[in-house]
């Protein structure tokens, strides 16, 4: 895959912000006519750097007013475990992401719900239902101070970053171990991302 110039980069921007634009109006924005603009915006997602366009939903607009992240261990890691979790989930509404971590817990979700005691539903009849988990940790979201809805134009370089074993990994990430209260990960796990989503929060 060639690298994205910086006519993509501003594109894709654009795209993000407001996925609605007319193609006269996004080749207006990014200094072109429209059939070269058009052309690109198709390549893009022909090689997979759109993957789709999605309208964001406010959530308590639809009597969602409780955010929990919740984290997972589960007994066992090993792939047929890890595999018949994932597809568990991905059956249930309430959530709406989910991530394989690294460190001491496997999978952190993001779980919606109308209130605590529809939450307390969620775990009772679904969550601690499955086989296979070892211990389950919740926090529950008092108010959004970020959410950004698109990627940066440009990746991040020079950040601070701490020395673990012989690989790196940046400073920042020790607070959203902490958060949970989990180790440093482990460099040699892998790391997937697993995300549904239905509403933007």
């Given at each position: 895959m060639s690298a994205l110039d910086a006519i993509d980069r501003k594109i894709l921007s654009l795209l993000q912000s407001d996925s609605r634009l007319t193609m006269q109006e996004l080749a207006d924005k990014v200094g072109l006519s429209?059939?070269?603009?058009?052309?690109?915006v198709k390549l893009l997602e022909e090689r997979g750097v759109i993957t789709r366009y999605i309208a964001t939903v406010d959530q308590k607009s639809l009597g969602l007013h409780v955010s929990v992240f919740i984290s997972i261990k589960l007994a066992r890691q090993k792939e047929e475990d890890l595999d018949r979790f994932?597809?568990?989930?991905?059956k249930w509404d309430e959530v709406l992401e989910c991530y394989?971590?690294?460190?001491?817990?496997?999978?952190?979700?993001?779980?919606?719900?109308?209130?605590?005691?529809?939450y307390e539903a969620f775990l009772k009849n679904k969550l601690t239902r499955l086989d296979g988990i070892a211990c389950t940790r919740s926090r529950c979201r008092c108010e959004r101070s970020l959410a950004p809805f698109s990627c940066p134009r440009e990746p991040a370089f020079g950040r601070r970053r701490m020395r673990v074993g012989v690989a790196e990994r940046p400073a920042v990430a020790d607070e959203a171990y902490q958060a949970f209260g989990d180790s440093s990960p482990s460099i040699s796990s892998s790391c997937e991302r697993r995300s549904r989503s239905r509403c933007a929060v």
């Open positions: 429209v059939s070269p603009c058009h052309r690109r994932a597809k568990a989930i991905s394989l971590m690294t460190g001491n817990r496997d999978y952190l979700l993001r779980v919606v719900a109308a209130d605590l005691s529809s």
